[in-house]
């Protein structure tokens, strides 16, 4: 292949990723916040509200929707069998990554909240139980 041809290929691969890129608006949110948990968060009554208000609605995170399914039912499961958790680095969760815009678009859709973000750190934290 000539050099010519190689530098075409390597411009063509380079729009295309800049094309599909911006597609997608990512964010990185400070992590710097106000927002302290100090208390034990539980996964049925802190947790799941949190799923049910803002990730497992119609069209998102839900069975048959985008991965993880995180409706009530299926959340623990689908948080733990899909490796989105590390309870060893908690920040690095993959989770955590897509709440903080680290991963990509933030999430929920409707934009970070410092509140969600500390409870869902804070939960993972504590060793992300299903209590």
Known sequence: MSRLRIAQAIAALTLIFFGVTACYNVTTID????????????????????????????????TGGQKPDLS???AITSL???NYLDVAAPENSELYAWLTG???AVMPLSGSDPE???FVLA???QGAQNN
């Open 102 to 104: 680290k991963r990509g």
């Open 31 to 62: 992590l710097t916040s106000d927002v302290t948990i100090d208390r034990e968060v539980s996964f049925a009554k802190d947790i799941i509200p949190i799923f049910e208000q803002n990730c497992a609605i119609s069209g998102c995170h839900i």
């Open 72 to 74: 009530a039912s299926q």
């Open 80 to 82: 733990t069998n899909g």
């Open 123 to 125: 939960w993972i934290t």
């Open 116 to 118: 969600i973000n500390a």
